[in-house]
């Protein structure tokens, strides 16, 4: 039979109160424990299990706890649980924020506890949460909703981008979402309305950020519009491409250390250049200590803007 032990193992090593007294202890019994040095005193209603080391996730699951029933994890700490990087902060009010663990409620409810931002809301839609390592939170298309006002076009996009790349979310579903969606503290419905009007229900983000910034400098720099992940076949030779124009035989390449990590990468790599240039294709290759700046001077290099023209020499 588990233990509740057992039980902690799977929970970061802490259970709340309530777990505790289904497996079968009393208040005494966990008092006892507490000053026996078993169990650590933590939040309210959170029983820790003594010699468990300390983590991120831990915290956020205590305070999930403590704030009790109908109380989700949301904002900052819910794109940090689905393993997404914030893009950096764009006032620095957020980037204080990110010292606390943030919980939505609804909207009677206040969360007031140490170390905790709590945020209400009256819209909750039915898929509005999820469950994520035991713990409710809200789901990736809500958190692209609440994070909006605070990370503004660029960050909101980028955001939506990595949960496109994970299959967090469709946007089939952000924008069915949007449809009925009206202004509250936190979101901003335009900013929502300007990253969907940007990305096609069938929007592909690239395979890395990298490949994201990449498309974001040809598209708001005034370069003809690519074909993205375009293959090139011939005979037994087959590449992908990250973006391409077919029509000059130009394309366009992301190179990370990530793709590399082997000798075997990097000659795979080396064959496919070296493919493509016998076979009349000419490549910029990009890397992500660019600057955006510098990708759009590479590209300017090879395109006339003003007379919207290649210039690629064979």
């Known amino acids: 039979m588990a233990t509740l032990e057992d039980l902690a193992e799977r929970q970061d090593g802490v259970v709340s109160v309530g777990q505790a007294q289904a497996a079968g202890l009393s208040f005494g019994q966990i008092g006892r424990r507490r000053r026996c040095g078993r169990y650590r005193r933590s939040r309210r209603g959170v029983v820790q299990i003594a010699g468990v080391p300390p983590t991120w996730r831990q915290a956020v699951r205590m305070a999930s706890i403590a704030a009790g029933a109908e109380v989700v994890v949301s904002h900052a700490s819910a794109v940090r649980l689905y393993g997404i990087e914030l893009p950096p902060a764009v006032h620095p009010r957020w980037a204080r924020d990110n010292a606390f663990i943030e919980v939505s409620a609804p909207l009677l409810r206040h969360v007031r506890l140490d170390g905790v931002r709590g945020h209400r809301s009256r819209m909750w839609a039915t898929d509005d949460v999820r469950i994520v390592a035991g713990m409710a939170v809200t789901s990736p298309v809500r958190v692209v909703i609440d994070m909006s006002s605070r990370l503004g076009v660029d960050g909101t996009g980028r955001l939506v981008d990595d949960m496109l790349r994970r299959r967090l979310i469709t946007m089939t579903e952000l924008c069915a979402r949007l449809e009925d969606l009206r202004p509250a503290p936190g979101r901003s419905v335009r900013v929502l309305r300007i990253v969907a009007a940007g990305r096609s229900l069938t929007f ?19 370069f003809p519009p690519p074909v993205g992940q375009h293959w090139v076949r011939d005979g037994t030779f087959k590449v992908r491409l990250d973006f391409a124009y077919p029509e000059v035989k130009v394309y366009l390449e992301g190179d990370g250390f990530g793709f590399h990590r082997f000798a075997s990468d990097l000659d795979k790599d080396v064959r496919k250049r070296n493919g493509l240039l016998e076979r009349g294709w000419v490549g910029l290759h990009f890397t992500a200590r660019m600057t955006s700046a510098e990708i759009e001077a590479t590209l300017a290099r090879f395109y006339d803007r003003s007379a919207r023209q290649w210039q690629v020499p064979r």
């Open 204 to 222: 592909d983000p690239g395979e890395s950020k990298l490949e994201a910034r990449i498309r974001r400098v040809v598209e708001r720099k005034g």
